[in-house]
Antibody
Framework: QVQLQESGPGLVKPSGTLSLTCAVSGGSISSSNWWSWVRQPPGKGLEWIGEIHHSGSTNYNPSLKSRVTISVDESKNQFSLRLSSVTGADTAVYYC????????????WGQGTTVTVSS | EIVLTQSPGTLSLSPGERATLSCRASQSVSSSYLAWYQQKPGQPPRLLIYGASSRATGIPDRFSGSGSGTDFTLTISRLEPEDFAVYYCQQFGSSPRYAFGQGTKLEIK
């Protein structure tokens, strides 16, 4: 059974870069799935950040595209998120998730990691 | 850009009652690409329904989804105590690829 685990710094300074990793266990990241990042500001709803295929193909939310990079490391069975020029509005719980395919939704989620942007 | 609007914002019901949650899209959405999620405090979202009406693995049959075009519905036939949570609809489209509704909070009356 595939499991996902997010990791990374819980505190990032304003104007800095947020970097998170999602480790995939119980399955290979090199399957035919897409892998997404989703975030949730405190007390608010869900926002899709972007996704990556093991081939390296990516899709990003246009609202964040200029600041986001998602990459994959097949040898480590993990994928990563970098979000640059962060502000307090980027404070959120960040989740990684698996999309088997667009028609099947996001069926596996990590537990989430809280990132606070503050000096 | 497709915007999903969920209603009501908060729904107050008692265990055993029927819950009907609405998700309306600003443009027509392929029913193949409409999903519903449940989220409890401190937990990640859980996939309930995909393809507008197909239950995800392990989801009880009291959960059902329906709809097409711009109007979709999640129905919980008889509320159990563990069903009180926030529910989100999600669509797959072109830009952005995925978008979520703002959520409906289902609370105990």
């Amino acid at each position: 059974q595939v499991q996902l685990q997010e990791s990374g710094p819980g505190l990032v300074k304003p104007s800095g870069t947020l970097s998170l990793t999602c480790a995939v266990s119980g399955g290979s990241i090199s399957s035919s799935n897409w892998w997404s990042w989703v975030r949730q500001p405190p007390g608010k709803g869900l926002e899709w950040i972007g996704e990556i295929h093991h081939s390296g193909s990516t899709n990003y939310n246009p609202s964040l595209k200029s600041r986001v990079t998602i990459s994959v490391d097949e040898s480590k069975n993990q994928f990563s998120l970098r979000l640059s020029s962060v502000t307090g509005a980027d404070t959120a719980v960040y989740y990684c998730a698996r999309n088997i395919a667009a028609a099947f939704g996001m069926d596996v989620w990590g537990q989430g990691t809280t990132v606070t942007v503050s000096s | 850009e497709i915007v999903l609007t969920q209603s009501p914002g908060t729904l107050s019901l008692s265990p055993g009652e029927r819950a009907t949650l609405s998700c309306r899209a600003s443009q027509s959405v392929s029913s193949s690409y409409l999903a519903w999620y449940q989220q409890k405090p401190g937990q990640p979202p859980r996939l309930l329904i995909y393809g507008a009406s197909s239950r995800a693995t392990g989801i009880p049959d009291r959960f059902s989804g329906s709809g097409s075009g711009t109007d979709f519905t999640l129905t919980i036939s008889r509320l159990e105590p563990e069903d009180f949570a926030v529910y989100y609809c999600q669509q797959f489209g072109s830009s952005p690829r995925y978008a979520f509704g703002q959520g409906t909070k289902l609370e105990i009356k």
